[in-house]
């Protein structure tokens, strides 16, 4: 129960320090969110005077009841706001088709007022629905129109526009059913400013304290350590107002959720209802505040202070902004004036410095040893929420594994940026150096099509966090790994942005997957930058992949061709068999481009792109002739970063020199 009581301690600091009153509202104890549809203004006599529809999905926080919160079918009453199906005497009379619980809520209404907790708005409201008239009163006021039956309209089939309710109910079929509209109140007493009985702290505290006065069930609560009123009944709502899940549930009483082991379900978890109300109203809070969602899975990680963390499967191009600088300018193609901010170019290796600097910020707000807390929940059933991951880490311990994820897997990942050049909005591609997002990766690897319920998304973002968060000891799966390979190395079956994505994560991947590798003879570390004294073999026919595709595309360009190269189409081919692969790619080359860029004075460009296939055959070959390897096997990932790099270096220098190659091609010296 250790995240547990993180829960609350974390609790009580928020509510000292007031950081729950604004944004996501902390929930009180004895209190849940839920959405309103219909506010009743009544006087401090309990007199009706108007009502109106609440805007859609309005979130109200109401008193609950550990059943009420928790109740999925059959009778169990919140306390003061509810469906029309418990707070309406009337429902059934304009056809009402749900089942009533009036009685069982006037009953518990009824109590709470006759308590010595009683408050004078709760008491307007109970005189009010003795009366037997809200629905009456709804229809007057022309909240609820009537059908030619006299009973309130399911469907709009007038003319005119609908009524505002038919916008804020949900629909089965075309139809509403009035009865699961949820009614909260207004009292409107003299000399009192605050009128919504939802935001009324007197009344939150008044049924917290009748709450409390009528618990009965006490025993051993293994958060607190002491005796106290146990909770037979656990929250749910903890990812949004009808999420239904929850994290504690022993209801399961002729199953086997405990029995066989456990006598009854409190032996298994005995916990106390002040905690387990504070512990999931801050868990709540933290989801909303600075939760990363996917679907019904959810990952936080936050201090007891409750200071602002950076979360583990955060994209990391959030933290760069326009205001990073990597002391670069670059020409603006509008109109060629200089823009000391426009980095989008160049930003380049400084991206991970820039990050790695934010994420220094988040530490310095942090004391030496206050613990940080990193959980991930997902739900197999819309009943059952399962705590999948946990882990507590000190802040150094927790931001130098931030760190070692940035420095193993970064590598160039490509971005779309819309940037200001003028009036005009030009949107660039940019390659920052940068761990690939656990969203990148899931696409990479499995793309949208293959996974329609998300199932697979989550499984991913599961296996990835403990890579992120556990440091340089928890090595990238092997298959990940592979499989970012395979789709890496098949262009055609991509769109031409998809597939140069995929390469940026590919290679950071394999690259982080050396650095971390579990055979310290097959750990490697691959600089971002052009390696040209590396001998691998695999590397090299990557960088040879790189200069027949340069050379090709430039050709291309200058046709005003707008087609694959050949490098590109033979690409999976070449990763199987390179050097047979090559030989063919080569005939290409010399067949045409070659002299295509002769013809139209690229000569330099040519001699350049003709030595360094020349070096790097010569490479190949005296490493075939070194060490007797076939230079005709399959390669692995280490081609894709020669492949990479080498492409990385042409479009870096293009930057810097803020001129295409086709100007000045002649006295080109790369």
């Known amino acids: 129960m250790s995240w547990m009581q993180k829960l609350y301690r974390t609790y009580?600091?928020?509510?000292?320090?007031?950081?729950?009153?604004?944004?996501?509202?902390?929930?009180?104890?004895?209190?849940?969110?839920?959405?309103?549809h219909i506010v009743v203004v009544l006087n401090g006599a309990g007199e009706f005077q108007t009502a109106r529809v609440m805007p859609p999905k309005t979130t109200i926080m109401l008193p609950a009841t550990e059943a009420s919160e928790s109740r999925t079918s059959g009778e169990a009453p919140h306390p003061l706001a509810d469906k029309i199906q418990y707070v309406a005497k009337d429902y059934a009379d304009y056809g009402g088709e749900k089942k009533a619980y009036f009685d069982g809520y006037l009953k518990q209404l009824q109590s709470w007022c006759d308590s010595p907790f009683a408050h004078p708005k709760v008491k307007a409201?109970?005189?009010?629905?003795?009366?037997?008239?809200?629905?009456?009163?709804?229809?007057?006021?022309?909240?609820?129109?009537?059908?030619?039956?006299?009973?309130v309209a399911g469907k709009w089939e007038q003319e005119g526009e609908a009524p505002p309710i038919f916008s804020v109910l949900p629909k089965t079929k075309g139809e509403m059913e009035f009865g699961s509209a949820l009614v909260c109140w207004c009292v409107e007493i003299s000399g009192d400013v605050r009128n919504e009985t939802w935001m009324d702290k007197t009344v939150q505290q008044s049924w917290i304290d009748y709450a409390a006065s009528s618990a009965e069930a006490k025993g051993f609560c293994l958060v607190q350590g002491e005796e106290a009123v146990i909770s037979e009944m656990h929250p749910a709502k903890l990812r949004h107002t009808g999420d239904k899940a929850k994290l504690i549930s022993s209801n399961d009483t002729a199953g086997y959720t405990f029995r066989g082991r456990f006598i009854d379900a409190q032996e298994a978890a005995s916990i106390s209802a002040d905690v387990s109300a504070k512990a999931h109203s801050a868990l709540r809070w933290l989801i909303a505040r600075q939760g990363i969602r996917?679907?019904?899975?959810?990952?936080?990680?936050?201090?007891?202070?409750?200071?602002?963390?950076?979360?583990?499967?955060?994209?990391?191009?959030?933290?760069l902004d326009d205001d990073a600088d990597d002391g670069q300018s670059v020409e603006a193609a509008s109109d060629g004036q200089k823009s000391s901010k426009n980095w989008s170019e160049n930003i380049g290796w400084a991206a991970a410095?820039?990050?790695?600097?934010?994420?220094?910020?988040?530490?310095?707000?942090?004391?030496?040893?206050?613990?940080?807390?990193?959980?991930?929940?997902?739900?197999?059933?819309?009943?059952?929420?399962?705590?999948?991951?946990?882990?507590?880490?000190?802040?150094?311990?927790?931001?130098?594994?931030?760190?070692?994820?940035?420095?193993?897997?970064s590598w160039y990942q490509r971005y779309s940026r819309e940037t200001k050049e003028g009036k005009k909005t030009v949107k660039r591609t940019i390659w920052p150096c940068l761990p690939p997002s656990p969203y990148a990766i899931y696409e990479t690897i499995y793309g949208k099509a293959a996974d329609k319920d998300g199932k697979i998304k989550r499984q991913l973002y599961a296996r990835l966090l403990p890579v992120i968060a556990g440091g340089q000891t928890v090595p990238m799966p092997d298959d990940?790994?592979?499989?970012?390979?395979?789709?890496?190395?098949?262009?055609?079956?991509?769109?031409?942005?998809?597939?140069?994505?995929?390469?940026?994560?590919?290679?950071?991947?394999?690259?982080?997957?050396?650095?971390r590798h579990y055979d310290s003879s097959q750990k490697r570390a691959y600089s971002m930058d052009l390696d040209i004294e590396n001998r691998s073999r695999d590397y090299l026919f990557g960088r040879l992949l790189a200069v027949a595709e340069k050379l090709e595309s430039t050709a291309l360009r200058i046709a005003d061709e707008d087609r694959a190269t050949t490098a590109e189409r033979y690409m999976q081919r070449f990763v199987v068999r390179p050097l047979s692969t090559w030989l063919q790619i080569e005939a290409n080359l010399t067949k045409s481009y070659k002299d295509r860029l002769r013809n139209n004075r690229y000569m330099?460009?040519?001699?350049?792109?003709?030595?360094?296939?020349?070096?790097?055959m010569f490479a190949l070959n005296e490493l075939r002739d070194k060490t007797g390897c076939s230079l005709d096997a399959q390669l692995d990932g280490e081609f894709l970063l020669g492949y990479h790099s080498q492409k990385m270096a042409y479009r870096n220098q293009s930057n810097a020199q803020a001129q295409p190659d086709t100007q000045n091609a002649e006295t080109e010296n790369n």
């Open 480 to 515: 990940l790994v592979r499989q970012s390979f395979q789709v890496a190395c098949q262009p055609s079956g991509y769109e031409h942005w998809e597939w140069e994505r995929n390469i940026g994560v590919a290679c950071a991947l394999y690259k982080g997957w050396r650095a």
């Open 294 to 319: 996917n679907g019904d899975q959810v990952a936080v990680a936050w201090a007891i202070g409750a200071e602002a963390l950076p979360s583990p499967l955060q994209d990391n191009y959030d933290y």
């Open 12 to 36: 009580e600091s928020v509510k000292e320090k007031g950081l729950g009153e604004e944004g996501e509202p902390l929930t009180p104890i004895g209190h849940t969110l839920q959405t309103a």
């Open 125 to 151: 409201v109970l005189d009010y629905v003795k009366k037997g008239k809200l629905v009456a009163d709804l229809v007057q006021t022309g909240i609820l129109p009537l059908d030619e039956n006299g009973k």
């Open 353 to 409: 410095a820039i990050i790695k600097k934010k994420l220094h910020g988040y530490r310095a707000k942090l004391n030496d040893h206050q613990q940080i807390s990193l959980l991930m929940l997902d739900s197999a059933t819309p009943g059952r929420m399962a705590l999948t991951y946990y882990q507590e880490f000190l802040p150094d311990d927790y931001f130098a594994n931030l760190d070692a994820w940035v420095d193993d897997f």
């Open 604 to 616: 330099g460009f040519l001699r350049n792109r003709e030595k360094e296939i020349d070096e790097i």
